[in-house]
């Protein structure tokens, strides 16, 4: 019976390899706009704006402090009430961006802030502007600390992704459970699901490692 089980996960591999492409698309998409919103809000979040330092820390404690289950049903079954309706693939990625954008907004406020005062005063006194001090002074000397954090968070945003099933996004984790649905061999189809996430997140593992080592500090 196995067998038979095992030949009719060979005959659907390829609905599996849509789920991991589907989901591959979701997490390096929304890792590039998590990246960009997250560096803006940490550059902010480091400044001397108290109000805005303080309206970005209630930003991230919501985002940090609840579900993102609860977080990803807001933006596709609330968010239609006040008048944004959106398509499941683009309600992911929203929910995405808002849930990695708080975690790696603290990673990149962190790493400026471990800076010492010496080297703001430093591109002070040289004439620069703000953000050309943050552009071509404070971030390269703070992506030595912000790097490998941020690799290990993009890791774990990849995970993430697998919540995305819960409104219907054809990702693998949907995959996982319509496959069973047709082979009630759960352990076997969710063992491929497994080793397909896996694929998907294990150089970003290793590269994490390597940076650790590369670049501690």
Known sequence: MISFYFGRLVEIFPFFLQGLWMTTKIAFISLAVCTLI?????????????????????????????????QIFIVFFIFPEWGIQLEPFSAALLAMAIMGSAFICEIVASGIDSIPKGQHEAA??????????????IIPQAMKVIVPPLVGQYVL???????????GVMDLTRVGWVTVMRIPEGLMVFALVGVLYFSISYPLILLSNYLEKKMAV
């Open 38 to 70: 997250g560096f803006v809000l940490g550059m902010i979040r480091s400044s001397n704006n108290i109000w805005l330092k303080r309206l970005i820390g209630v930003y991230i404690s919501f985002a940090r402090g609840t579900p993102f289950v609860v």
């Open 124 to 137: 002070t006194s040289s004439g620069l502007t703000k953000f050309q001090q943050l552009r071509l002074v």
């Open 157 to 167: 945003l990849i995970k993430d992704t697998s919540v995305v099933s819960v409104i």
